[in-house]
Each structure stands twice: as C-alpha cells, then as structure tokens.
C-alpha cells in the first residue's frame, strides 16, 4: 500500500488522529477492513507538490485567497531535490472552488 502523506497529532490527553493519504483510496480502505484498522469516513484534502522556490507556497495560498477560501490548516515539507509537498484542507463547502482554484484532481483522504 502507498501511501502520499501521513499526519499524526494529539487530540486528547492518550488519542490520536493519523490522517493517512493513500495514493489507492479504495485498496486503502479494502486492506484496513482485513486486518481489522478503524477507519471512518474520509475527508478531503489537497496534496500539492512542486519545485521548491521562494514564494512557492505564497503563490499557492493567493490563488486560493483571490477566490475568498480560507486554508483551515496545513502541513508542508522540503522533500529533497529541490522539491516540495504540502497538505492542504479547507472547509467541506469550499472544497469544489479550491480544487478549481487549484487545478486539481480530486481524490478521497482517509484517516484512521
């Protein structure tokens, strides 16, 4: 199973959220059923990757706000040679105008 990003966080005192990115949604979910990992139902999110430069992520960000969406949070890494990726997620009903905004391809997020 391959998964594009992974994101672990406290949410309370011995509880914590993995927001798990498979590149596979539907072999993801299949493969968490066997071997019995709770999953529940998936969220969307953005995963944007690209040459890093400066101004990189400014440029991505403006797109979205020139549209009025607000980023309800983010994760971004330097992934080596001179690369970049980003975790991106925006409220549900903005969902539609940001992948416009975009340029992107939907796909489902799933965590566990």
Not at 19 to 38: H, T, Y
Not at 46 to 57: E, W
Not at 88 to 100: E, K, N, T, Y
Request: hydrophobic share 50%.
């Amino acid at each position: 199973m391959n998964l594009l990003a992974i994101l672990a966080f406290p949410v309370e005192p011995g509880r914590t959220q993995v927001d798990l990115v498979p590149e596979d949604p539907d072999s993801f979910v299949k493969i968490a059923r066997r071997i019995g990992l709770a999953i529940h139902e998936p969220k969307m999110a953005f995963l944007i990757q690209g040459t890093d430069r400066a101004g990189a992520m400014a440029d991505v960000l403006a797109r979205l706000g020139s549209e009025g969406i607000n980023v309800r949070a983010s994760c971004g890494v330097a992934s080596g040679g001179n690369r970049y990726g980003i975790l991106l997620w925006v409220s549900p009903a903005d969902v539609q105008a940001a992948a416009g905004a975009l340029g992107a391809q939907m796909a489902a997020h799933h965590h566990a």
